[in-house]
């Protein structure tokens, strides 16, 4: 008995230990670096000449930055909501994806950031914001609840990482010296003690009780950001709900479609199963049901009153210019996905995955839908401008911007796999004792 | 710093008295005549001064005045004129869109092709009701949704009703023009094209000038000309008396020509604000387009396809 | 040598060019030179100097020019002065010392105004002939009903009469425009000297203690210049400024926010990052424990 627990101990330690790249790692790893480094001379350019390579005027003075600001808030509310609700619900199927979705978290929302002062205009201004804030402003709440819940988020990251980190430290002679080193500096105390066991254990707990109203807070204040404007398609008071529940939908897809991608690569169907996937998909389906309730909220209602000034908003949307995109976001982003994993058949791997996929493809321009049109309908008429402050599509230099982060996104995903076990080794080990028991 | 400044200052007018007098000096029709004192009694007593030209000139002391046209200090320009309320009527029967209020202003505000801070729009507010053309400028709110948004107190509300920009802080967040529901801002995409001698200017909020790459601007309602005595430019600039500017505190709104009791006017003509229900609380009245000067069909010729055709790089 | 008669060629070439340009251009706008006498409060004599040129039909001022200014005749005894131009095309010059007696004994006199001839534009020269007047003001009071009488009296000899058919302003000065107080524009004097305005804006905001102060004046008459009298009266309503500059609302500076705000971030800010610091301890608390225990490997 005591043999054959060792035995699956290693076994599991060394399925779960992270991995150097193959081949397929290296291209992928290289491919994002080359789209993050067009994004940074996209950057660049925007530096030298000003805002003025975007295609952003002065009716769209915000565009697919700030809904990719928005995407990127939205998909790092999952952190809270896997790990932490689910841990204080005493679930246990999600413990292979807690980690998972934390990193999911740290880099969107450290994105999220980085992507607000690409949208100044004044980016090294930026510490105005701590000389001369002023609390009135929904922009100054939202950079302290962003680096709020980023330090919690790291906490969330860090804490559940020390045992693992031990055994990272054991194998020793089998990593590069920097790594080690980088174990050790993070982790090098953690003995796994009783008394250490418990502390962690509580700070853990806590953690996931202050991290709920803090995301909360990081969405709802970001739909402030509009809501607290008086444009039509904004004006909504349903605007945090609304946002937040977007928020999880688009997250809890993010997390299936990075569970399956690192299933196949790592090779772990033995920890991340069909019964996961199953799972998933279910809170999947009630959460896009509930966004899809709110959507119905948002459009319905004005849609019914027709007041003047959503009038040519909405007529836009449903059957305008912005029709097709507005659609293919609803369907792309509930509907399809819906249909698909109300079924147990669409609740396997593959389909789950597309589902996945679709519904993170369909928020971002969800997102891009509820910035921009909004802009292009004010109060007064557009008049005294360019011809070409009447549309907008952004410019190579925001496409590439945009795509560049999200690959700087996936690459510090990527990164942290190849450096920490992507599904918690203690945990996974624990929790295969408990069951076995 | 500041302080060291202030006595400069002082130095310095007491050196451009000949360029002080003549610009207290008031043209005959200065509607601001408030401003330049004429109670002033001959003291008798001269003295003897430099003109900024070299020349010596000799001047009864009595004249010695500050000159109003020098920079305002930035903490001074951010609480403005005390004892002041500044608004603006602006009458749509008189207007047919000839657009010299707009080129006006972009002059004297360097403003680049594209950018304009007054629009005069082409307005019809039901299908069948008489379309009209209506200038619009900053409302200068007094509740200023653009003030309550911005993070870092680059624009302002002052005690005299203005609400300004300081270039110098602002981060281009653009938040506050997102959040004015009259669309008024304007946002420096790129560098923006100045004259030599302006770009060299430091930067002051009452002249909004010289403007910088990455913030954002807006009509300024001229707060350097009014402590100067002088009309805003559009004011000034319109043949049709369309604007009227002046003072709530006195009572009363000037187009340069005309002086109108601010009260009675508004009462007499049904004045209102743009978007009441907002709660903005505009200092800027609109007088309904009733009994008009020309039809509107007039001001068509005048459509301006310049900006239309404009292209940033 | 080729090569520098080539260069006279040019030389040449490009001069007759220059000439060319010059000959074909429209006749220089000519400057106009506008001369104002102006007397305020019937002490102190000025005279205004506005330079203009006439482009496309209108009138566009005219910076930085000099222009000399006689009494009587264009004569060095009789300078008044040289004004110089601002960037509006306006200048103004007080009358020296040195001519007071001169202007003591005139009753009828001349302002010449002269401009230096520039590179632009030639000398041009403008005068005005004026009579020496002066202005007073009453308050009247009949029936309840406020008005004002203003007189205008000119000198001839050693006295001064009153004279009729003058347009006079009666206004309630403001900083923006003046008001007339009454319900007309313009009050012409009769043959006493007098017009009488009859004070119908009643309830004007005047200062603090609810003065205002009311201007006769004439303006650009073309007898007598722009004279013009101030006088202070309590007629007006004494002004209340609300100033809601310094109140905390949303939309005041940052040192000005509202207190409830202030306490509800406040006390959210606090609670979390009271929670944060408390985990960090208790990382270091774990960190002890380690080291504690394996004080070696630490
Ligand atoms: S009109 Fe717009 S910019 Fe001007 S004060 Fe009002 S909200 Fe601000
Ligand atoms: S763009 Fe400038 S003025 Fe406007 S809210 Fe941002 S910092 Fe304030």
């Not at chain 1, 970001?222 to 709900?241: C, E, I, K, Q």
């Not at chain 2, 200065?30 to 000139?57: C, M, Q, R």
């Amino acid at each position: 008995m005591e043999n054959t627990t060792a035995l699956i101990n290693e076994q599991i330690t060394k399925d779960l230990l992270p991995q150097k790249f193959g081949k397929r790692g290296m291209i992928w790893t290289g491919a994002l670096i080359v789209i993050a480094l067009i994004g940074a001379f996209a950057y660049y350019r925007q530096l030298r000449y000003g805002l003025v390579v975007t295609s952003m005027r002065d009716y769209v003075s915000w565009g697919i930055y700030i809904s990719n600001f928005v995407f990127f808030v939205a998909i790092s509310l999952v952190g809270s909501l896997i790990t932490a609700v689910f841990r204080l619900a005493n679930v246990h199927w999600s413990t292979p994806l807690t980690r998972i979705a934390e990193i999911i978290a740290v880099s969107a929302i450290v994105f999220a950031s980085l992507i607000i002062i690409v949208d100044m205009g004044r980016p090294e201004r930026f510490v105005n914001l701590f000389m001369y804030g002023r609390i009135q402003s929904p922009i100054v709440w939202d950079v302290i609840v962003i680096s709020t819940y980023f330090v919690i988020s790291l906490l969330l990251l860090y804490l559940p990482l020390l045992p693992d980190l031990k055994i990272l430290i054991a194998r020793e002679s089998k990593d590069a010296k920097g790594l080690q080193k980088m174990y050790r500096f993070l982790g090098s105390f953690w003995k796994g003690l009783a008394i250490q066991e418990k502390i962690n254990n509580k700070a853990v707990t806590i953690l996931c009780i202050t991290i709920i109203p803090v995301a909360f807070c990081i969405h709802t204040v970001t739909s402030w950001l509009f809501a607290t404007t008086y444009r039509p398609g904004w004006d909504s008071t349903n605007f945090g709900a609304y946002f937040i529940s977007g928020a999880f939908l688009v997250g809890a897809g993010g997390v299936v479609v990075a569970m399956y991608v690192f299933r196949k690569v790592y090779k772990l169907e033995k920890y991340i199963n069909e019964m996961h996937f199953d799972k998933m998909g279910k809170i999947v389906v009630m959460l896009a049901l509930l966004y899809l309730y709110f959507n119905v909220n948002e459009y319905l209602v004005p849609a019914f009153k027709m007041k003047k000034p959503e009038e040519a908003h909405l007529t836009q949307l449903f059957a305008g210019e912005f029709a097709p995109l507005f659609w293919f976001a609803i369907c792309v982003g509930m509907l399809i996905p819906i249909a698909i994993l109300l079924f147990k058949k669409g609740r396997k791997p593959v389909p789950m995955f597309v589902a996945g996929i679709m519904i993170v493809i369909g928020a971002w321009f969800k997102r891009y839908l509820i910035v921009t049109p909004t802009l292009l309908h004010p109060f007064l008429p557009m008049y005294n401008v360019p011809e070409s402050y009447h549309h907008y599509f952004p410019s190579w230099e925001e496409w590439a911007i945009a795509i560049g982060s999200l690959a700087g996104a996936l690459l510090v995903i990527t990164f942290f796999a190849r450096i920490f076990p992507i599904i918690p080794i203690h945990e996974t080990i624990i929790e295969q004792h408990e069951t076995a028991e | 710093m500041e302080n060291k400044n202030a006595s400069r200052r002082e130095f310095l007018t007491a050196g451009m008295l000949a360029a002080g007098v003549a610009t207290g000096c008031s043209s005959k029709k200065n509607p601001f005549d408030g401003y330049s004192d004429s109670s002033i009694k001959a003291s008798g007593e001269t003295v003897k001064l430099l003109s900024v030209d070299g020349e010596i000139i000799e001047m009864d002391k009595a004249f010695l005045k500050p000159v109003p046209d020098l920079p305002i200090s930035n903490s001074e320009a951010r609480k403005g004129i005390d004892g002041k309320k500044f608004v603006m009527v602006i009458d749509l029967s008189r207007c047919k869109n000839v657009g010299a209020c707009k080129s006006a202003c972009n002059h004297a505000h360097q403003l680049n092709p594209g950018q304009n801070w007054i629009k005069v729009l082409p307005m019809q507010d039901a299908e069948h009701t008489a379309p009209y053309w209506e200038p619009t400028t900053c409302m200068h709110c007094d509740e200023p949704p653009c003030v309550k948004v911005c993070p870092v107190d680059a624009t302002f509300k002052r005690q005299d009703g203005i609400v300004l920009i300081d270039s110098d802080r602002c981060i281009g967040c653009r938040f506050c023009m997102a959040a004015c529901p009259y669309s008024t801002r304007v946002f420096n995409w790129q560098e923006p094209i100045l004259e030599k001698e302006i770009a060299a200017q430091p930067y002051s909020c009452e002249t909004s000038m010289p403007q910088k790459m990455g913030t954002v601007s807006k009509c300024d309602f001229c707060p350097d000309m009014a402590r100067k005595g002088e009309l805003p430019h559009c004011v000034s600039a319109c043949p049709n008396g369309v604007f009227a500017f002046g003072d709530m505190n006195e009572d009363s709104v000037t187009n340069g020509t005309e002086t109108f009791r601010f009260s009675e006017l508004i009462k007499s003509k049904a004045g209102y604000r743009l978007m009441e229900d907002l709660g903005t609380k505009p200092r800027v009245y609109y007088l309904p387009p009733a009994n008009r000067n020309f039809p509107y069909e007039s001001g068509l010729e005048n459509v301006d396809t310049e900006d239309k055709k404009y292209q940033l790089k | 040598m080729k090569l520098q008669n080539n260069y006279k060629l040019f030389f040449i070439l490009i001069t007759a060019f220059y000439c060319n340009s010059i000959w074909a251009e429209e006749p220089k706008p000519k400057l106009l030179v506008d001369v104002g006498y102006h007397l305020d409060n019937n002490t102190f004599p000025f005279v205004s100097i506005f330079t203009k040129s006439k482009i496309e039909k209108k009138f566009i001022a005219v910076p930085n020019i000099s222009v000399k200014v006689y009494l009587g005749q264009e004569a060095d005894a009789n300078l008044l002065g040289t004004v110089i131009t601002n960037k509006y095309g306006k200048g103004m010059i007080s009358f020296p010392v040195s001519v007071n007696t001169l202007w003591d004994t005139l009753s009828q006199f001349k302002l010449i105004a002269t401009s230096v001839a520039g590179k632009k534009y030639e000398s041009v020269s403008n005068e005005v002939s004026l009579t020496k007047a002066k202005i007073y003001i009453d308050t009247l009071w009949a029936d309840g009903v406020r008005s004002i009488a203003v007189t205008i009296k000119i000198k001839s000899g050693n006295e001064w009469k009153p004279v009729k058919d003058v347009e006079t302003k009666i206004v309630i000065k403001r900083s923006v425009g003046n008001l007339s107080i009454g319900d007309k524009e313009t009050y012409t004097t009769d043959s006493t000297g007098k017009a009488t305005a009859e004070f119908t804006k009643v309830g004007m905001p005047g200062d603090a203690g609810g003065n205002i102060i009311i201007v006769g004046k004439t303006e650009d008459n073309e007898l007598y210049g722009n004279i013009s009298l101030e006088r202070k009266v309590k007629w007006g309503t004494p002004l209340v400024n609300v100033n809601t500059f310094d109140q905390r609302t949303l939309f005041a500076t940052r040192d000005k926010a509202p207190l409830w705000l202030l306490f509800l971030a406040g006390f959210i800010f606090i609670t979390v990052w009271a929670v944060i610091i408390y985990l960090f301890l208790q990382i270091i608390k774990i960190r002890k424990a380690g080291m504690e225990n394996w004080p070696d490997i630490a």
